[in-house]
């Protein structure tokens, strides 16, 4: 005997209460070559973390990246094995990355292994030599993955999106052409190294199972040594968002749809800043947003759009993102232009910025979670001027942050006459539906 049951709305548990934002405490000390050096301590597990930030804007894109590829490639009493397994006898690892802004350092190893982690780390800073051949090695691996990644409809997109954001300024272009990556060579890093490779301005971040002072000493036995007045650069600002014709990348043959959209975003220090997160939020920032509700569960256009601020140096922007099915090209833009209007003239609803509010609450208790990530947002913070206490303010205008102030936001920042829109697709099949709904320039990709 089988029986049925009628399946019906199911009844959501009430939200919890929020818990209160607990802040680490942090010590710091500015040596005197520069370096700032924040530790914080976070005794979860016998691990130290360590992010070191170091300001590179403006610098020549394909000798950057090449020297971030081989930055650990080599020193005077070291080859790239040899460092990889001198960290490996202490639990750690060294990895180097560059954004537009900065050039990272980061790893992580045993608590009992710092002070060797240091010197091995001061080494690299003070004398990475750049071989011929490991220089060879690493930009041939770089070519390839950016051959790789030109190859993907998300990284054609993304790039059509900045050269339109940003036009002249340093970020409208964010990674090398292959024929620039391969001319690059050994001696253009080393030169290139000895004037941006340098303590001054630049922020190491050490996080984990350590005594803040003792930690502050091995950093300062470790790094006094790295010396040097580097090369002074300072990003301009940002350009404002000019909003005009959307911008069609033409990808014949492509199935799917790449739909990109910029709008105006504040730093984290400005007043609105909690309010726009909020309503960006409740526009496509998390799963249960309208946006996700809309041209996901409801409409099936597409597995995952997402909308996000974007914080840098020189500005900041919010970018909403999207792959849909080429015949739904059309609506999922209409739809989308819907929802933004939506916020931008009507109030969310009271147990909506709720719900918003305690994903970005909780997104805050999470991030903070463990010491990789406590590290990372240490030091993302820190490049921008900011301590960890600015987490707890955050925390606080994210809590009192009323209905009217997000439609305030949304108003502001969310109008869909402020987009800076981007479609790469097959033009022919989604040409004339974008159209019928807004004035395009259509382009080849790679253009």
Known sequence: MSTTVQAGPRTLPPLGPTRKLKVPKQAERTLANGLTVIVVRRPAVPLVELRLWMPFGKANLARGAVLAQSLLSGTPTMS????????????????AGLDPDRLMLSGAGLVTGLDRMLEILAEVLTGATYPEQEVSTERDRLVDRIQVAQSQPAHLARTALLKRIYGRHPYAVQTPEPDQVRAVRAPALRKLHAERVHPTDAVLVLVGDVQPERALDAAEAALAGWTGPGHATELPPAPPLESGPLLLVDRPGSVQSSLRMALPAVPRTHPDHAALQLANLVFGGYFSSRWVENIREDKGYTYGPHSSVEHSVAGSVLVAAAEVATEVTGPALL??????????????????????????????????????????????????????????????????ATVDDVAEAGARYLAPAKAVTVVLGDAERIGGPLAALTPVDRVAAGS
């Not at 790239?80 to 990895?95: D, H, M, N």
């Not at 999470?366 to 921008?384: D, I, P, R, V």
């Open 80 to 95: 790239a094995v040899q460092i990889a397994a001198e960290l490996q006898k202490v639990g750690g690892g060294l990895s």
């Open 335 to 400: 739809e989308t232009t819907y929802e933004l209007g939506r916020l931008a003239s009507l109030p969310p609803k009271p147990d909506e910025l709720e719900q918003a509010r305690q994903y970005a609450l909780g997104t805050l208790q999470l991030g903070m979670s463990t010491q990789a990530g406590l590290a990372s947002l240490t030091s993302a913070y820190a490049g921008n001027g900011l301590r960890l206490d600015f987490l707890a303010e955050h925390a606080a205008r994210l809590a009192k």
